[in-house]
């Protein structure tokens, strides 16, 4: 069982509002991600981070933006929720050394009303 | 661009065949592959790692097999089981610790008892 945890599991917001989805991990792994993913559709990266103070945006533009403040935190955050920010948001961590395996939180499902 | 085509959106199977499926890149030059399982509403669980310069590894029922020269990858399933109805997604890891995975969108398995 992975030590990465993510919340809200699940969220119902309206339009307009700042929301901060929460992801942890106690493995003290360097690296950490962020990918959005529709039902049924591919992972799409959005945010990476090597380590502390470092944030990197991924392959897919995003309105979001992350911190890394601390090893076992990445938050992502939403300043303006709108509808198109609906989806499944995936939370991930692995060990520097580049081959480790990847470990994934159990989401959060957002929905923007 | 680097691109990643998994056989086929979905696979049907009768228990107790081997499922096989099929993982093929291009303009890339990975030096690692990576399995990984992921049932509805959750995050993709690592299965199998393959390096470059191996061509098969084992693990209980599951086989992989990675040709760097026909740039593919199979996963096979032996002896299938509804269990392991899933979608199974292929990541290709780069030369540098600090590359992102790139994932595949995944083929979705059925296996029909």
């Known amino acids: 069982e992975a030590d990465i945890y993510q919340t809200p599991r699940y969220l119902v917001i309206g339009t307009g509002k700042k929301i901060t989805l929460e992801c942890s991990q106690t493995m003290g792994h360097d690296k950490m991600y962020w990918y959005q993913q529709d039902p049924g559709m591919e992972l799409h990266l959005i945010h990476y981070s090597y380590g502390v103070n470092s944030t990197e945006k991924g392959d897919l533009s995003s309105e979001s933006t992350v911190s890394r403040i601390r090893t076992e935190h990445f938050p992502l955050t939403l300043e303006s929720a709108r509808p198109s920010h609906t989806s499944q948001y995936l939370c991930a961590s692995r060990e520097s050394g580049g081959r480790n395996e990847q470990y994934f939180g159990p989401g959060t499902r957002l929905t923007v009303t | 661009s680097q691109k990643i085509e998994q056989n086929s959106e979905a696979l049907n199977i009768q228990e107790g065949k081997t499922a096989t499926l099929t993982c093929n890149y291009t303009?890339?030059?990975?030096?690692?592959l990576q399995w990984y399982r992921q049932d509805p509403g959750r995050g993709p669980v690592f299965l199998l790692l393959?390096?470059?310069?191996?061509k098969e590894k084992r693990k209980e029922r599951l086989k992989v097999t990675f040709d760097t020269t026909l740039k593919q990858s199979l996963f096979h399933i032996t002896a299938s089981q509804p269990a392991d109805s899933a979608t199974y997604l292929c990541a290709l890891g780069g030369p540098s610790g600090n590359t992102p995975l790139v994932f595949g969108k995944g083929t979705r398995l059925s296996v029909i008892a």
């Open positions: 393959i390096r470059e310069n191996e």
């Open positions: 303009n890339y030059s990975p030096a690692y």
